[in-house]
């Protein structure tokens, strides 16, 4: 599973996070959650945590070793993000998929921590809201199509001037 999840794998999403039991994973946490996650999702959930925890535990021994606090930003952005999260995050998704950032050699992650930190928000678990974008059966990018739209209307506007 840890491999799957440092690898942005994707095939597999639907069998591993549906709410049917499966006997790929065993989930180590037990308890009334079990009627809403797979044992995956509870799985990856441990698995990101643990990966937040050990950023913390980075970051603290960096300042204590430089005795620099990075928690005090200076040039923090005074752009708020008004649209939904979710919205955010198929934006990421996009540029990362696009190739737009980096030629290409950026990872969501990444590129999803440049928007939190310009946008002051936090999107929270960028990957479940990606496999519940995923697994829409009408429209799969909302965001990116009202945003084409928007623009579009924009330029016809414009050229009516």
């Known amino acids: 599973m840890y491999r799957y999840y ?3 794998r994707y095939e597999l999403d639907e069998e591993l996070f549906s ?3 499966t006997q790929l994973f065993k989930s180590p946490l037990f308890g009334t959650e079990k009627e809403y996650l797979s044992d995956c999702s509870t799985t ?3 698995i ?3 990966e937040r925890i050990s950023a913390l535990l980075k970051k603290s021994i960096r300042e204590l070793e430089t005795g620099k606090n990075e928690t005090s930003v200076p040039n923090k952005s005074h752009m708020l993000w008004t649209d939904s999260k979710a919205a955010l995050i198929e934006l990421a998704y996009a540029l990362q998929s696009r190739g737009s950032v980096n030629q290409g050699k950026s990872d969501v ?3 999803i921590q440049i928007l939190e930190e310009t946008f002051n928000v936090e999107t929270g678990n960028f990957y479940r809201t990606y496999q519940s974008m995923r697994i829409r059966k ?3 990018t909302v965001y990116l199509d009202n945003l084409k739209d928007s623009l579009e209307k924009r330029m016809d506007e414009a050229d009516m001037e």
């Open 6 to 8: 440092c690898l942005e």
């Open 109 to 111: 992650k990444s590129i």
């Open 19 to 21: 709410k049917t039991e």
């Open 44 to 46: 990856l959930s441990l």
């Open 48 to 50: 990101m945590a643990n």
């Open 138 to 140: 009408k429209n799969r």
